[in-house]
């Protein structure tokens, strides 16, 4: 989004320059499967909990290198499901937004875009969340130890649907806005200026809400904190 910001502002200094060109497209591309790999992000820590809570016996899915191939599919998978979009020649060249985007008018381009980067990975999380409620609850309460760890995965869980719900719901405005189009066949003024902000919003929240939703990222703070506080209490001494 930085990038497409600058061109933004590259057309507002050079407004007689037109940056139409195959790069335009590919970097409209590219932001996308970004943000479809962020969203899928998602669903491989909900992968990962459900390794945990189901097939905990089985180490080999819970070492970091079954995880690095997995990331590595997140993201191969992510610029393939995009490319539908950069093949059908979904992304436009915006004359007033000076860049490329896929347009309030391209419905097609546009449902077929929410449905690869919104629908698909909240159906996922949404799934793996409900079978691990009904595995938890099936699971024997001899294992204590287990179901307390299974609980704290399942806390996570809820953690991860809230993050994607609340990155959905940043971009409320602009399934609002296509959809006023498509009753009123009218696009307002702000329209691509509303969805590239909510996005940012939308990307900034996730960055932080991240740190909460992974226990590793809060133990690196917290060693960090205690790591100050005992040079403190020793120079105090």
Known sequence: MFITHIYNLYGDIYSHVSINNNWC????????????????????????????VVFYKLKILQST??????????WLSSFILILCNLLNKDYEYLPFQYRCWISFENIR????????????????ILIIYIYLVQHIRRTPRILQ????????????????????????????????????????????????????????????????????ITPQ?????????RQVYSLVVIRIR
């Open 25 to 52: 497209q590919l970097l409209a591309y590219f932001v996308n499967v970004c943000f479809c790999a962020l969203y899928y992000s998602c669903v491989l820590h909900s992968i990962f909990r459900l390794v945990r």
């Open 65 to 74: 290198h079954f995880f690095l191939i997995n990331i590595g599919i997140q």
């Open 109 to 124: 381009g546009l449902l077929i875009a929410t449905l690869i980067i919104y629908i698909c990975p909240l159906l996922t």
């Open 145 to 212: 130890r287990r179901q307390k760890a299974n609980e704290r995965d399942l806390i996570i869980m809820k953690r991860i649907i809230i993050l994607v719900l609340i990155m959905i719901g940043i971009g409320l405005p602009t399934v609002s806005i296509l959809f006023m189009y498509i009753i009123t066949n009218y696009l307002i003024t702000m329209a691509y200026h509303i969805q590239g902000l909510s996005m940012s919003i939308g990307v900034f929240t996730a960055t932080i809400c991240f740190a909460f």
């Open 217 to 225: 990222i809060q133990e690196i703070f917290t060693q960090k904190q």
